[in-house]
């Protein structure tokens, strides 16, 4: 199983904690993450059956509509309230009941995710709006997994297949 873990992109500042919720995409991040997406998929050979994962946050759903629409494959595509939180339970619970090949993309925040790749693998990784990594699990999730690999959101950008984009 791999789960790449991605930070959302760039969202309005936040004004007020009670509105954190609802923090939308800047246009600026929507026309990053496109590019991102594209980085992405040169970076995750195995999307035709991936699933793709969300955070409730607003930002966070604004995310993985952008990868499903420039990712055409992804097509399993659910809102999970516990890539919001903290705990690591949560996500290995749902990804217990997936098939051990699958690929998970899960959209997500900081601290959340760099935390979770700690405890995983072993590094502490601080992931930048659009960063990503990819985290492999031969054992399945309650069991450390290997980092396949970090990228932080300028690669991705300068990874896309068609630079005209």
Not at 57 to 86: H, N, S
Not at 100 to 111: F, I, K, R, S
């Amino acid at each position: 199983m791999v789960v790449v873990f991605i930070r959302h992109g760039i969202a309005e500042k936040s004004r007020n904690p009670e509105t954190d919720a609802a923090r939308e995409l800047t246009p600026e991040g929507r026309r990053k993450m496109a590019r991102i997406a594209k980085g992405l998929e040169r970076m995750v050979p195995d999307l035709e059956d991936a699933y793709l994962w969300t955070s409730p946050l607003v930002r966070a759903r604004q995310t993985a509509e952008i990868l499903a629409d420039r990712l055409e494959t992804l097509q399993k595509r659910k809102e999970q309230p516990f890539l919001a939180e903290q705990e690591w339970e949560g996500p290995a619970s749902a990804l217990r009941s997936l098939p051990a090949n699958a690929t998970v993309l899960m959209v997500g925040h900081e601290p959340y995710l760099g935390d979770w790749c700690k405890e995983l693998c072993g590094a502490r990784l601080l992931f930048r709006r659009g960063g990503a990594a990819a985290v492999e699990f031969s054992d399945g999730p309650d069991k450390p997994g290997t980092l396949l690999w970090f990228a932080q959101p300028r690669m991705l950008q300068m990874m896309r297949r068609d630079s005209k984009e």
